[in-house]
C-alpha cells in the first residue's frame, strides 16, 4: 500500500524560507514521478513544483519559479521542497503526490496517483 507523509509545514514571516519533506513508503519509487501541490482556503488545489524519477528534470508553477526548489533522494524514498523567498499568497495546504508512471512535466491533479494527507503553511506578512 502506497503511503506518502509530509512534514515541515508552519508558520513563517514573509521573505523566509521553510522546508517541506515527503516521505513514501509501500514500493519503490525510483522510476515515479513526484509533485507537490497546494490548496490555498476557498482555492481549488494547484499544481507547484514536480520532479523526474532520475532526479535531472523539474518543472515549476510561475508562481513558484525561481523561489522554490525540488529535490529527491532515491535511496531514502524521500522528496523534498525548499522554499525561499515566501509571500503571504504561499499560504496552502501542500500536498505531495506520485505518478507511477513516471510522466516528465506532470502538472494536473488526474496524472498523479497516490496523494499524502497535506501539511499547513502559513505565512504572515
Known amino acids: 500500500q502506497v503511503q506518502l507523509r509530509e512534514s515541515g509545514g508552519g508558520l513563517v514571516q514573509a521573505g523566509g524560507s521553510l522546508s517541506l519533506s515527503c516521505a513514501a513508503s509501500?514500493?519503490?519509487?525510483?522510476?515515479?514521478?513526484m509533485g507537490w501541490f497546494r490548496q490555498a482556503a476557498g482555492k481549488e488545489r494547484e499544481f507547484a513544483a514536480g520532479?523526474?524519477?532520475?532526479?535531472?528534470?523539474?518543472w515549476f508553477a510561475d508562481a513558484v519559479k525561481g523561489r522554490f526548489t525540488i529535490s529527491r533522494d532515491n535511496a531514502k524514498n524521500t522528496v523534498s521542497l525548499l522554499m525561499n523567498s515566501l509571500k503571504p499568497e504561499d499560504t496552502a495546504v501542500y500536498y505531495c503526490?506520485?505518478?507511477?508512471?513516471?510522466?516528465?512535466?506532470?502538472?494536473?491533479?488526474?496524472?498523479?496517483?497516490?496523494w499524502g494527507q497535506g501539511t499547513p503553511v502559513t505565512v504572515s506578512s
Open positions: 509501500g514500493r519503490t519509487f525510483s522510476s515515479a514521478t
Open positions: 503526490a506520485v505518478n507511477l508512471r513516471g510522466v516528465v512535466n506532470s502538472r494536473t491533479e488526474a496524472a498523479y496517483d497516490y
Open positions: 520532479i523526474s524519477p532520475s532526479g535531472r528534470t523539474t
